[in-house]
């Protein structure tokens, strides 16, 4: 079995700590672009109900 340095098993537990325990909030534009994916989804899908409705 290979030895893996103390150093390197040292940064993956740290890594993987930071990861599991990471409680801060996601960038506000990042927030802002989501909304507005979300906006552009929700217009489409009304939009495409509407067309729907109007052919009939």
């Known amino acids: 079995m290979a030895q893996t340095?103390?150093?390197?098993?040292d940064y993956v537990?740290?890594?993987?700590?930071?990861?599991?325990?990471a409680?801060?909030?996601?960038?506000q534009a990042l927030a802002?672009?989501?909304?507005?994916l979300l906006a552009c989804a929700l217009i489409g899908v009304v939009g495409s109900?509407?067309?729907?409705?109007?052919?009939k």
């Open 32 to 36: 802002i672009l989501q909304y507005g």
């Open 5 to 9: 340095d103390p150093d390197a098993r």
């Open 23 to 27: 409680t801060e909030a996601p960038r």
């Open 49 to 55: 109900l509407v067309m729907l409705a109007s052919e």
């Open 13 to 21: 537990s740290m890594a993987l700590y930071e990861m599991a325990t």
